[in-house]
C-alpha cells in the first residue's frame, strides 16, 4: 500500500527504494529494489492496474538493461561528435547549432526542421512535407541561408537518415555537420528541450497538415522571446541579437 501510494505520486522505483531505507532504518520488513518493483510494474497479473502510467516514461516494455545496439552506419560522410571542437560543448562560441525532425501524427507525413543555435537557445522552424533526406535538406538551406556565414558554422545532428543528404547543405553554405552519438540525445540538449517547448503548443498525436508555416512562426516566435534562467533571463532572441551584433562590429573593424 505505502508503494502503491508513492507510485501515484509519481515517484520513481529508485526513490521508493531509497525512501524506504531513510523512513524505515529499524523495519527490515518495508525494503523493496527498485529492480523487484520495475519487474512487479511490468508482470501481466498486474497490467490491470495500469501502474507503468505512473512511471516518468510509461513504456509499454521494459528496455534492455544494457540498451539498444546501434545500427550500421546508414549516413554517408559520417563525421562523429568525437571530432567535434571541444569549445562548441562549452558553448561559449556562437553559430553552433543542433538540429532534429519533429515528426507529426499518422496518417499524414508531414514534420517540422528545427534548428537550435547553441549559446542563444534560438529556435528555427521549418514545416516539411515528409522525413525524407531530400525535403529536409531543402529545409535546412531555407533555415540557413540568409543567416550570416559567421553565425551559422556547424551543426550536430542525430542519426536519422533524413539528415544523409547533409552534404549538399554543407557545400552549398560552408557549414560543417556532426552526428551525436547513438540514443544520446542528452548531446543535442538544447533542441530536446525546445522540441518540447513546440509540444506545449502541439501535442503529440497533433497532425501537421493543418499547420502553415506562418502558425508556426507564431509558436517559435513566442517560445524565442521567451526569457530563461540560463540566459540571466534576457530571451533567445535578445542574446541572439546581441551576437549578431558583435559579429557585425568585428566585421566592421579594419584590423578583423
Same mark, same amino acid.
Given at each position: &500500500?505505502?508503494?502503491l501510494?508513492a507510485l501515484?505520486?509519481?515517484? #520513481? @522505483?529508485?526513490l521508493i527504494?531509497g525512501? +524506504?531505507? !531513510?523512513?524505515? !532504518?529499524?523495519d527490515p520488513?518495508?525494503?523493496i529494489s527498485h529492480?523487484?518493483?520495475y519487474?512487479?510494474?511490468? &508482470?501481466k497479473?498486474?497490467?490491470a +492496474?495500469d501502474?507503468?502510467q505512473? =512511471? &516518468?516514461r ?6 534492455r *538493461? ?6 550500421g552506419p $546508414?549516413? @554517408?560522410?559520417?563525421?562523429?561528435i568525437?571530432d567535434?571542437?571541444?569549445a562548441?560543448?562549452?558553448r561559449?562560441g556562437?553559430?553552433?547549432?543542433e ?11 508531414r514534420?517540422m526542421n528545427t534548428?537550435?543555435e547553441?549559446?542563444?537557445?534560438r529556435?528555427?522552424?521549418? =514545416?516539411?512535407?515528409?522525413? #525524407?533526406?531530400s525535403a529536409?535538406?531543402r529545409?535546412e538551406?531555407?533555415?540557413f *541561408?540568409?543567416?550570416? @556565414?559567421a553565425?551559422? /558554422?556547424d551543426?550536430?545532428w542525430?542519426?536519422?537518415?533524413? %539528415?544523409s543528404l547533409h552534404? =549538399?547543405v ?23 528541450n ?5 509540444r $506545449?503548443? +502541439?501535442p503529440k498525436g497533433?497532425?501537421?497538415e493543418?499547420?502553415?508555416q506562418e502558425? +508556426? ?5 513566442e517560445i ?7 540566459l540571466g533571463?534576457?530571451?533567445p532572441?535578445? /542574446?541572439w541579437d546581441?551576437?549578431? %551584433?558583435?559579429?557585425?562590429?568585428k566585421?566592421?573593424? @579594419?584590423n578583423?
Open positions: &500500500a505505502w508503494v501510494d501515484r505520486r509519481g515517484w #520513481s @522505483p529508485e527504494e525512501r +524506504l531505507k !531513510a523512513q524505515y !532504518a529499524g520488513s518495508m525494503r529492480e523487484c518493483l519487474q512487479w510494474i511490468y &508482470a497479473p498486474q497490467r +492496474l501502474l507503468r505512473y =512511471l &516518468a510509461g513504456r509499454k516494455r521494459r528496455t *538493461k544494457k540498451g539498444r545496439k546501434a545500427k $546508414r549516413i @554517408p560522410m559520417r563525421v562523429p568525437a567535434r571542437p571541444e562548441v560543448g562549452s561559449k556562437f553559430g553552433h547549432f538540429s532534429d525532425t519533429v515528426v507529426g501524427a499518422a496518417p499524414s507525413r514534420c534548428q537550435v547553441r549559446r542563444s537557445r529556435l528555427f522552424a521549418r =514545416l516539411v512535407d515528409d522525413k #525524407s533526406a529536409t535538406a529545409a538551406y531555407e533555415i *541561408k540568409d543567416i550570416p @556565414p553565425a551559422r /558554422v551543426r550536430t542525430d542519426n536519422g537518415t533524413e %539528415a552534404m =549538399l554543407d557545400e552549398a553554405l560552408g557549414m560543417l555537420t556532426y552526428f551525436a552519438d547513438p540514443y544520446s540525445s542528452w548531446q543535442r540538449g538544447s533542441n530536446e525546445r522540441n518540447g517547448r513546440i $506545449r503548443y +502541439l497533433t497532425g501537421f493543418d499547420l502553415a502558425d +508556426l512562426d507564431a509558436i517559435v516566435g524565442n522571446d521567451t526569457p530563461m534562467k540560463l533571463y534576457k530571451t532572441n535578445e /542574446v546581441e551576437e549578431i %551584433a558583435k559579429l557585425q562590429s566585421a566592421a573593424s @579594419p578583423t
